[in-house]
């Protein structure tokens, strides 16, 4: 009897032991496997975890994961940088008649005519640019915009953070972005973080006219009075959220981010910020998510970081196709900027749907660009090394800048800018080096593709 009741107790046992390994091994089995892909077309995977290496922690395996394929490249590139030829490290001359024209460009023309602004929201938009590339009515398009009276204030009811949509006479609209930053601080973390640097989106301005990629809405920097030009024109919602902190005047508007514990105050009375020109109510824009969107998660990946044949799958699509369409070299167009101005925040894109035929890429909302310029965000050129595709045009304007010309062009457009509006100057010298190094880069990418003979005759050149 005793001999039976144990071996009963021994069977039992081995049940629950075998049931419990066979657990085991299942749960490890499911927790190893691959993550289930995400809907549709939606650019963001789950990290393989079966291809790391177990033998550090979980998070950090991710992290190299992530990063393998971005700075296995970013190694070969800095190895292409070590002899490039000598001619990207000097001046070519013509980029004085370039810089020339632009400055011209930008002079105020007297007795502007009564129907200025017909010009810019009639005349200039086309399927490829904002404005064209000879405009001898900017400058005095400019000037308007910065001394244009406000008759209205209210919360722009767009995107996350304080912004304010103006009415001014003749009934013209423009954005508002208040400064939250001093000229020299550097933004720490991830490329995307902060609050928008209102100063890079006139920089992003003139850097567009430089590149011949005049996609940019026209901006300019503004000083607002507070007091008589936003409280005495206010909506009562925006008029809600103005006080006065000492002699100080303050706001912190209606947004998904804005909050009393978080205004922005001016000096006094005067809040310095940009104006952006709202583009005319007859352009439809369509806004697209970009094939190179960033997960802003750290333990998730967007294939594009971990697939090194990422580009061929993104020509599949008919709107990206090189053969019928020049999306995908707009991209690459809008990489180069992004990676320029450090702007790794590009998370959509816009195109004007007006019956035009192959519509451009815009360049709209640059505001968290210029970081920190002592990083450079290799990742961000992720279209032109994964594509090793430009458009001629574009290629042609970069090497036009080489061996400091960049720098020096920006800085004399810039200038004009600062006299006009009277204020301090918009970048700082680290940052404008930060430019110079960086379109380094993009001339050892090109080369890099040369070398490996991926461009083709086709892909290299102008697809308009």
Same mark, same amino acid.
Request: net charge positive; with cysteine.
């Given at each position: 009897?005793?001999?039976?009741?144990?071996?009963?107790?021994?069977?039992?046992?081995?049940?629950?032991?075998?049931? &419990?390994?066979?657990?085991?091994?299942?749960?490890?089995?499911?927790?190893?496997? +691959?993550?289930?892909?995400?809907?549709?077309?939606?650019?963001?995977?789950?990290?393989?975890?079966?291809?790391?290496?177990?033998?550090?922690? +979980?998070?950090?395996?991710?992290?190299?994961?992530?990063?393998?394929?971005?700075?296995?490249?970013?190694?070969?590139?800095?190895?292409?940088? *070590?002899?490039?030829?000598?001619?990207?490290?000097?001046?070519?001359?013509?980029?004085?008649?370039?810089?020339?024209?632009?400055?011209?460009?930008?002079?105020?023309?007297?007795?502007?005519?009564?129907?200025?602004?017909?010009?810019?929201?009639?005349?200039?938009?086309?399927?490829?640019?904002?404005?064209?590339?000879?405009? +001898?009515?900017?400058? &005095?398009?400019?000037?308007?915009?910065?001394?244009?009276?406000?008759?209205?204030?209210?919360?722009?009811?767009?995107?996350?953070?304080?912004?304010?949509?103006?009415?001014?006479?003749?009934?013209?609209?423009?954005?508002?972005?208040?400064?939250?930053?001093?000229?020299?601080?550097?933004?720490?973390?991830?490329?995307?973080?902060?609050?928008?640097?209102?100063?890079?989106?006139?920089?992003?301005?003139?850097?567009?006219?430089?590149?011949?990629?005049?996609?940019?809405?026209? %901006?300019?920097?503004?000083?607002?009075?507070?007091?008589?030009?936003?409280?005495?024109?206010? %909506?009562?919602?925006?008029?809600?959220?103005?006080?006065?902190?000492?002699?100080?005047?303050?706001?912190?508007?209606?947004?998904?981010?804005?909050?009393?514990?978080?205004?922005?105050?001016?000096?006094?009375?005067?809040?310095?910020?940009?104006?952006?020109?709202?583009?005319?109510?007859?352009?439809?824009?369509?806004?697209?998510?970009?094939?190179?969107?960033?997960?802003?998660?750290?333990?998730?990946?967007?294939?594009?970081?971990?697939?090194?044949?990422?580009?061929?799958?993104?020509?599949?699509?008919?709107?990206?196709?090189?053969?019928?369409?020049?999306?995908?070299?707009?991209?690459?167009?809008?990489?180069?900027?992004?990676?320029?101005?450090?702007?790794?925040?590009?998370?959509?894109?816009?195109?004007?749907?007006?019956?035009?035929?192959?519509?451009?890429?815009?360049?709209?909302?640059?505001?968290?660009?210029?970081?920190? +310029?002592?990083?450079?965000?290799?990742?961000?050129?992720?279209?032109?090394?994964?594509?090793?595709?430009?458009?001629?045009? %574009?290629?042609?304007?970069?090497?036009?800048?080489?061996?400091?010309?960049?720098?020096?062009?920006?800085?004399?457009?810039?200038?004009?800018?600062?006299?006009?509006?009277?204020?301090?100057?918009?970048?700082?010298?680290?940052?404008?080096?930060?430019?110079?190094? *960086?379109?380094?880069?993009?001339?050892?990418?090109?080369?890099?593709?040369?070398?490996?003979?991926?461009?083709?005759?086709?892909?290299?050149?102008?697809?308009?």
């Amino acid at each position: 009897m005793i001999g039976r009741r144990c071996a009963v107790f021994a069977l039992g046992g081995l049940l629950i032991l075998v049931l &419990t390994v066979n657990i085991y091994f299942i749960r490890m089995i499911v927790e190893s496997s +691959p993550g289930k892909p995400n809907s549709k077309n939606l650019p963001v995977i789950e990290p393989k975890m079966n291809k790391v290496d177990f033998s550090t922690k +979980p998070s950090e395996n991710i992290e190299r994961f992530q990063k393998s394929i971005t700075r296995d490249m970013e190694k070969k590139i800095k190895a292409e940088m *070590r002899t490039l030829p000598s001619k990207y490290f000097k001046q070519n001359a013509s980029y004085a008649i370039l810089l020339d024209r632009l400055l011209i460009e930008l002079r105020t023309m007297p007795n502007a005519r009564d129907d200025i602004w017909n010009i810019p929201n009639n005349n200039w938009p086309d399927a490829h640019c904002l404005i064209p590339p000879a405009a +001898p009515e900017l400058g &005095t398009i400019l000037d308007a915009l910065r001394k244009a009276k406000v008759t209205r204030a209210d919360n722009a009811a767009l995107g996350t953070q304080l912004k304010l949509m103006l009415t001014l006479e003749h009934g013209i609209r423009a954005l508002f972005k208040p400064k939250w930053y001093s000229r020299n601080t550097v933004i720490e973390g991830p490329v995307y973080y902060g609050k928008d640097r209102h100063n890079a989106e006139i920089v992003a301005f003139h850097l567009s006219s430089l590149l011949a990629l005049r996609r940019v809405p026209i %901006t300019v920097a503004r000083k607002l009075n507070l007091r008589e030009e936003v409280s005495k024109h206010a %909506t009562s919602e925006l008029y809600a959220t103005i006080y006065q902190e000492g002699n100080d005047t303050c706001l912190y508007g209606v947004c998904h981010y804005c909050s009393p514990g978080d205004p922005v105050c001016g000096s006094g009375e005067i809040l310095e910020g940009t104006l952006i020109l709202w583009l005319p109510s007859y352009l439809k824009l369509v806004k697209h998510r970009h094939p190179w969107q960033r997960t802003y998660r750290k333990n998730r990946l967007a294939l594009w970081e971990a697939d090194s044949n990422y580009c061929e799958k993104v020509k599949e699509f008919k709107a990206y196709a090189p053969q019928s369409s020049s999306r995908l070299l707009d991209l690459v167009d809008t990489a180069i900027f992004d990676f320029l101005m450090d702007n790794g925040d590009r998370h959509h894109y816009e195109l004007m749907q007006n019956n035009f035929h192959n519509p451009a890429v815009l360049l709209i909302d640059n505001g968290k660009s210029l970081g920190n +310029p002592n990083v450079d965000h290799f990742d961000i050129l992720a279209p032109l090394y994964q594509c090793c595709m430009i458009h001629k045009t %574009t290629w042609d304007r970069l090497k036009l800048l080489s061996g400091g010309s960049l720098s020096i062009s920006l800085a004399k457009l810039l200038s004009h800018e600062e006299a006009m509006s009277d204020i301090e100057p918009l970048i700082t010298v680290e940052h404008l080096s930060a430019m110079d190094r *960086r379109l380094l880069t993009i001339y050892s990418v090109v080369e890099f593709c040369i070398r490996q003979k991926k461009y083709t005759s086709n892909v290299i050149l102008d697809h308009r």
